[in-house]
């Protein structure tokens, strides 16, 4: 149903929308505009809530058209607040979520604004599965555009690496599909290079056997010695299991003895896909590196075991600052210093998050798609939460700034997954000269006049 609500500024409105026009006087303009990063004030001058292509196709012609800043917005954990927009349009695909599932073929259609649990719940029955992040609500499309990186990444290798085709509405507003064989380049692109070639509809992926799996929360005490150990154990295990880590204080939970709060901890996720004994096989280092403060990891249903549900999440907006590397060593003195700057921190919440990579994820070549960083052994995230002044802000992000300059280890590459608001240069850390190239190449083709902009941006020109 076309539904536009008549405060619309009619100059925004896409003609012929079979979806919603949400204006800013609507009531729930702000509900559905809020995305998951708080601090983020944009007001956008209205949400596209597409309900089939034909609505996006509308949407991108209008907005080039009539020069508006289109932003798109799909599960909305954007780091950098790129699905929203102050002024322009909200091209929203929360809608167009629909899945096909061929399980005896071993594949899936999902549509873009499906969330990762969506897919992974509908797969369940099925036991198939695709690898994506560690949160339940992020969009499949955003997280699968720049890779995605999660609980089976050294099984399965990045989300991307399960990726058999895209549709896409490209800026002409041509609609297409991209394979190995159709518009290669594109196709590479889109695996690594985020929004910036067209507004992806829909995700074909390869399917994984799930029959097996064994994980859940461990938590050990974090002290140097221990952080080495689990990144040592971690690097050392079979395949079948990944590993995140966070280090951080202990939050208050029923499970801990109350002078634990505030403590440091290895908060860590384990994930094993495979049968059970093999899995307590692969487990028992990381048992053995400290008596267990907790430990969940056991068989069951991996999207339920590694995606709890968290009631009230959806009204959760931390206000945080964040800075992605990549290590290639985390020893006992790398846990010294990481221990000493989370120690030191005056931030309510802060972390070191650890995920060790290899496996099938570091046997891709760095060319075959744009996430060339198959090489780079730990991926880091350091983030500090703050208060919501511009002084704690500032404060906090020195802190990681610090922090990152103090883990170095001369790689100069980032995750573009988590790279913030960072200006160009951190966008281009993401990508090696010879990918960054590439891409600009691809934008040249696809996007010349950089219409999909409101993103981690690689400039046509
Ligand atoms: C709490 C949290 C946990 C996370 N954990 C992980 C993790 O474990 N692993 C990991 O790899 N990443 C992780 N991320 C990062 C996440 O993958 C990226 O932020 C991703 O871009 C989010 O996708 P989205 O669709 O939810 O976000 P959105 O904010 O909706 O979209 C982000 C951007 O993706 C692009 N985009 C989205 N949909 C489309 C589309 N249909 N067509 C074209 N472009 C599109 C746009 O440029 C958009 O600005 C996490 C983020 C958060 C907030």
Redesign the pocket.
Known sequence: MNTISPSADANLVPPGLAGRFVAPADSDFKKLGT???GGMDATPGGIVRAANVDDVVRTVNHARQHGLEL??????????G??TSNGGLVLD?RDLNGIEIDADGRTAWAG??ATAMQLLDALAPHQLVVG????A???????T??????YLTRKLGL?IDSVLAFE?VTADGETITTDATHHPDLFWALRGG???F????RIRYRLSPLEHFTGGLLILPATAETVAAFVAAADAAPEELST?ANIMPAPPMPFLPPDMVGKLIIFGMLAYLGPDDDAQRALAPFRAIARPLADFVKPGAYHKAMFPEMPGAEDYHPLAVSLNLFMDHIGPEEGATIMGYLEESTAPMRVAQLRVMGGAAGRVAPDATAYAHRNSRIMVNLAAFYDGSAEDKAKQQRWVDDFAAALDQGDPGA?V??IGDEGPDRVHAAYPDATWNRLRQVKRQYDPQNL?R???NIPPA
């Open positions: 995305i998951v990063y932003a798109i917005r799909s599960g909305g954990h954007s780091n950098a790129h699905s695909v873009a604004g994506f992040g560690d949160a609500t992020v969009g499949v499309s955003g997280i555009l720049g890779g995605g990186v999660g989300t896409l985020g929004g910036n067209g507004v992806v509809t995140i995750y997954n988590f999909f409101r993103n981690h």
